[in-house]
């Protein structure tokens, strides 16, 4: 695999010329421009990256971004890109999925993309709902959410994205939200990252879920409910008050209060990504009792699956060489000459 | 002399010129390897065959049982032979259960070779016989060769201190080695085969080799105690050239790779393990070297999606399934067809719907192939009949695939994937090559992905290419930009493009395999019913019936002339393994009366069924009863055919 050439790009030139057709409002607005904005930071060359997709409101993300696109079926897209980087692993791949198609009908590839580390950036818009089909209760919706197919209240127990990610085996996990101007750093870290990058974004779905982030995702005042990891940093939040410490006795995160900035004395724990322990602790964290973990959860890399393919074909096909007519003529075989025509 | 065909075991009957052995016995009895080294001798002695193995769904069925029953059935001759043969003249029985089986397909006078050591009461009961039926009149219409095998076997293999179990486990070469001295083959390959197999374990090589020679010195020296002599086979006529046997899962193998090679393309094969198709993925894993990837998925939809990803950034993507699995891959299909990207996909058909007979053969995914897609959604279907046309058939399918810029169906069955017959040796420089050509600067001021060439394909732009950027995607798209649209007339436009694209593809005349180009009965086969059609229809037409044999490799688009062609005959005969799919695809296409002879039995045609069905058609004709197909068959001239 070549090291990709930096190219100078600015967010105007990963605009296409299509209208876009999301709600007004809708918080994939705000994805679409944070990942665009992330893009020349990336110094990313847009005939070298594709953006593949599902079926769902994320999923029609390509056909906004000036690169090359594959908008595909419901669920699908990680098989489609895994092909994608097998026959090219040079193309830098972002994948486009949601709630439904990412953890419902194709939750079975979501695990195994990132079971088997393929390279490419993952990005779930977590909206809690099935957007484009008209606002039924999706994976990740609450208990007792209100849709049309759950008039009463839904009583699925919801996936945790996060949690999903780290059981399938991701050496990544992140998260942001929609609208938050962290998201490209997340974003840049997750390119960074070679492997599997999965970032679970909290997306607000105005028409079918409105506000359902609200508690620690409104534009103002829920702040002090968002605690953002960095790596080697003490895991702080509400303006650096209050702090998470760990029961090393009892397996879990207490709340702890940070008086006068002195961490250490109210034993806040220092965040360290490569602490897959940890990171399952944080993405399971209850949000309420606690504060949302966002960031980088996890960053772990390990080999790439394209890169051990290529390996081991390198491998098996050292000293052997490519010879059709040979291969056509293998195994045990007899002539028959031209005499033979009758039998002997 | 009983191992001669026809029944007749008298010493003065000619030396017959095609033999069907069938070895059975229990599904850990080693039959499918005794078949396969078998067969092998077969090829070298320079014998035409044909092969069928036929054994049960389960790995290890529990011993002894009807059910867990194991076959393998070669018909092979000094002449032309093109199906694995109707009814067995030889039987090999391992077991009560596998004579129970298999003795009805027996032809009467036959022989049968059974093992008196497994006949225990045991063995007997678990086979539902009331009483050995080497003690009444079971056995009354053959010829019976009756001994302990078992006891020889031990016998043979006492000095290599195997115990008992390890040491009957070299039954199946004490049989074959008897087997190889029947017809007067040579065992050094089979000693070579064995040492090599068990290079680590020198002492079950010499073991099996010692129940080898064994079971030949025990023809040896029985040969005088009837009814076992000796049958020695001249070889068969046929082209000069080099030749290897060949099953149908390798032969779609080593043709997907020689077609990857004549477009130029790496290939990527996407697979999911299914029986019977999980053989050509085996075969591909290990050809690298060839530029071949395989990916092994998580389901049949990522086999398909990552094929259709691979083919999208510039590779010949290939998916390959049987029934169960194409309906998985179905919505991807579609997806190729929508975003026009070269695909193969092979489907090995299999019994049934859902599981159904998953080791038994079958035509009935051609509704599906043709028909089963939502949408209007056509795509080119071919169809292989035999192991060794399906090499070619798979070059075809990559040729219309990277051509049109479409997915292709190629449709096999489990008969072609397992069965094996000679194969000449194509030489890989008498194809013609296909280059695939990709787009790399924009044809005009606008980047029009969908603009289309002389043939109705759109070009192929790998991402990756400078100032190409472009998307594409499942929703219907503009006609030229390729950009999402929902207006009702550039729908329309699509439709009926996607639809001119395929049907318009130039597809070869179809000639008449067999007979003459006009007469009283057409036979119109397609797929792995091509030896038994043939072979039918030779016999009819000896007898004077006006029939010929036409067999349909393109089944969409049909070739053109087929409707003049089938004009020209009164009545038009479909045989299918199915209930009558391509009759009913020739009726809504070509507006013919054609009628239906089908079988879902999960076995292959016989010749004297399709020959029967062909004789009723000519008043005054009779059909062979089974017994006699054979011997009518070698009253017949020997026509040197190539396959």
């Excluded at chain 1, 009908?105 to 008209?134: A, C, S, W």
């Excluded at chain 1, 399971?284 to 390996?311: H, K, N, Q, R």
């Excluded at chain 2, 390798?250 to 290939?267: C, D, W, Y």
């Excluded at chain 2, 299918?576 to 009913?584: A, I, P, R, V």
């Amino acid at each position: 695999m070549n090291a990709p050439v930096k190219i100078e790009t600015t967010l105007k030139d990963w605009e296409t010329d299509q209208e876009v057709r999301w709600c007004p409002g809708c918080g994939d607005y705000a994805i679409l421009k944070a990942v665009q904005r992330t893009l020349p930071q990336l110094g990313s060359d847009p005939a070298n990256t594709v953006f593949i997709s599902g079926i769902g409101c994320s999923s029609r993300f390509p056909y906004y971004i000036e690169s090359y696109g594959f908008h595909t079926i419901h669920g699908r897209a990680p098989a489609v890109a895994t092909g994608v980087k097998l026959a090219n692993p040079d193309l830098d791949v972002w994948l486009v999925t949601g709630d439904g198609d990412g953890l419902s009908i194709g939750g079975n590839h979501m695990m195994h993309v990132l079971r088997r580390n393929v390279n490419m950036q993952i990005m779930l818009f977590n909206n809690e709902i099935y957007g484009l089909t008209k606002g039924q209760y999706s994976p990740t919706s609450r208990e007792g959410t209100r849709t049309p197919t759950s008039p009463i209240g839904s009583v699925d127990h919801p996936a945790n994205p996060c949690a999903f990610a780290l059981g399938s085996g991701a050496r990544f996990v992140g998260r942001g939200i929609d609208v938050s101007k962290n998201l490209p750093d997340v974003l840049n870290a997750a390119h960074a990252h070679q492997g599997a990058a999965f970032v679970e974004i909290f997306q607000n779905c105005i028409v079918y879920n409105k506000d359902v982030f609200d508690a620690f995702a409104a534009p103002k005042g829920a702040e002090g409910q968002q605690l953002w990891l960095a790596d080697g940093e003490p895991m702080l939040f509400d303006k650096g008050e209050k702090g998470l410490a760990f029961d090393a006795e009892n397996l879990h995160f207490t709340v702890v209060d940070v008086v006068d900035g002195d961490w250490q004395a109210a034993g806040v724990r220092v965040h360290n990504v490569k602490n897959r322990v940890m990171a399952h602790l944080l993405a399971e964290l209850p949000f309420g009792e606690f504060p949302m973990p966002l960031g980088v959860l996890y960053d772990d890399p390990a080999p790439t699956y394209e890169s051990a393919v290529i390996a081991e074909r390198e491998a098996s096909v050292s000293g052997k060489e490519a010879n059709l007519a040979k291969l056509l003529s293998g195994g045990q075989t007899w002539t028959v000459d031209g005499t033979a025509a009758d039998p002997v | 002399m009983a191992t001669q065909a026809p029944a007749a075991s008298t010493d003065s009957s000619p030396t017959p010129d095609a033999i069907v052995v069938r070895f059975a016995g229990d599904s850990g009895d080693g039959m499918q390897l005794t078949g396969g080294q078998f067969t092998l001798s077969t090829a070298l002695a320079g014998n035409d065959l044909a092969t069928f193995p036929d054994f049960p769904a389960e790995i290890r069925a529990p011993q002894g049982t009807l059910f867990g029953v194991s076959a393998f059935q070669i018909n092979f001759g000094s002449r032309a032979i093109n199906t694995a043969g109707d009814a067995p003249d030889v039987l090999v029985a391992m077991n009560p259960a596998a004579l129970k089986v298999n003795l009805p397909a027996l032809k009467p006078g036959g022989l049968v070779i059974v093992d008196t050591g497994e006949f225990t009461k045991r063995n007997l009961d678990k086979a539902k016989y009331d009483a050995s039926p080497l003690d009444d009149d079971t056995l009354a219409p053959f010829d019976v060769l009756a001994f302990d095998i078992s006891a020889r076997t031990l016998e043979a293999v006492e000095p290599f201190g195997l115990g008992k179990k390890d040491g009957l486990r070299c039954k199946n070469m004490w049989t074959l080695g008897l087997a190889l001295w029947m017809f007067d083959r040579p065992r050094e390959p089979l000693h070579d085969w064995l040492n090599r197999k068990f290079a680590k374990a020198p002492d079950i090589a010499a073991a099996n080799i010692a129940a080898l020679d064994a079971g030949h010195a025990y023809g040896e020296t029985a040969e005088l105690s009837a009814p076992l002599k000796q049958v020695h086979l001249p070889p068969a006529p046929s082209e000069p050239g080099l030749y290897r046997t060949i099953t149908g899962a390798e032969a779609v193998s080593l043709g997907l790779v020689a077609g990857a090679q004549l477009a130029e393309l790496p290939m990527f094969f996407g697979g999911y393990p299914i029986t019977p198709a999980s053989a050509i993925l085996h075969h591909l894993a290990r050809l690298k070297e060839y530029g071949v990837t395989t990916f092994q998925a998580e389901d049949e939809i990522a086999a398909v999606c990552a094929a259709i990803g691979a083919s999208y950034a510039g590779q010949l993507g290939v998916t390959s399934s049987s029934g169960p699995g194409i309906a998985l891959k179905t919505e991807a299909l579609g997806l190729g067809i929508m975003t026009e990207l070269p695909l193969v996909v092979v489907n090995s058909q299999r019994g049934g719907p859902s599981t159904g007979l998953p080791t038994k053969t079958e035509q009935s995914d051609l509704y599906q192939a043709v028909y089963g897609r939502n949408g209007d959604a056509p795509m080119p279907v071919i169809a292989a009949r035999s192991p060794g046309d399906a090499f070619e058939v798979a070059i075809e399918a990559c040729r219309l695939a990277v051509k049109y810029m479409t997915p292709v169906m190629l449709l096999t069955d489990g008969y072609i994937a397992n069965a094996a017959e000679p194969w000449k040796v194509p030489d890989p420089s008498s194809f013609e090559p296909f280059p695939a050509k990709f787009l790399t600067e924009p044809r005009g001021e606008v980047l029009e992905p969908y603009k289309r060439n002389e043939n109705g394909s759109r070009p192929w732009i790998k991402p990756g290419t400078p100032h190409m950027m472009h998307r594409i995607g499942g929703i219907e798209k503009d006609a030229t930009t390729g950009n999402i649209s929902y207006d009702p007339a550039n729908h329309q436009l699509m439709t009926d493009t996607r639809r001119d694209k395929i049907a318009n593809i130039p597809v070869p005349d179809q000639e008449v395999a067999f007979g003459e180009t006009t007469g009283k009965l057409a036979v119109v086969g397609w797929g792995s019913t091509y030896g038994p059609i043939k072979q039918a229809v030779r016999r009819s037409i000896d007898k004077g019936c006006s029939v010929s044999h036409i067999h349909i490799r393109h089944i969409w688009p049909l070739p053109k002339n087929l409707g003049e062609l089938l004009s020209g005959f009164d009545r038009v005969l479909v045989p299918e393994m199915n209930t009558g799919q391509l009759k009913t695809v020739l009726r809504d296409q070509l507006l013919v009366d054609a009628e239906s002879l089908t079988k879902t039995s999960g076995q292959p045609f016989q010749i004297a069924e399709l020959e029967e069905a062909i004789c009723a058609y000519f008043d005054g004709v009779k059909g062979n009863e089974g017994g006699e197909v054979q011997a009518n068959e070698q009253q017949l001239p020997s026509p040197v055919e190539s396959e």
